[in-house]
Each structure stands twice: as structure tokens, then as C-alpha cells.
């Protein structure tokens, strides 16, 4: 593929991110945020974008089976990020 071409046609990476602990406590949220993130992928492939919807990220275990090297949570750990960021 030439350069003009992969600049006409972008590949983007979509993910919803959520607490797998919320969906019990608020019914139907997790598939309100399925759905919005299924709306921006299709206005964004009706915008000529290919799009790579990884789906909804709410564990740590599906943001490491989805690729990401590292799965941070609020409050941070800051020994955990120093630990991270020495590795890069």
C-alpha cells in the first residue's frame, strides 16, 4: 500500500473501557457502553476509517488478552509505574 493510500485510509484501535464491578450495581450499563462504542465505529468506518473494535475492556484480564502490556487501576500504584516506565 502507498503512502497516499494509508493516509486516505486510517487504521484505528477501538476500545470501551469499564469496571467489571459496576454492571451488577447499574443494569444495562454495560450494554449501553457496548453499544455507543458500536455507533463511533461505524461513523467512523462510514468516514472511510478502518476499524479494529476490541470489544469492551473491564478486566485486567481482557485489556492483556486484548494486547496491552500493562493494566494500571486509579489510585496508582507508583512503584508499579516506575517499574513499567524502566522497562521501556
Known sequence: MDKARAYAEPKIGLFGIGLDA??????????????????????????????????????PEKALAAGFRYHLVKPIDHAALEGILAKL
Open 22 to 59: 459496576y454492571w451488577p450495581q447499574f443494569p444495562g450499563l454495560e450494554e449501553r457502553l457496548e453499544g455507543y462504542a458500536g455507533q463511533v465505529a461505524q461513523k467512523l468506518e462510514r468516514a472511510g476509517a478502518q476499524v479494529v473494535n476490541l470489544g469492551l475492556i473491564d478486566t
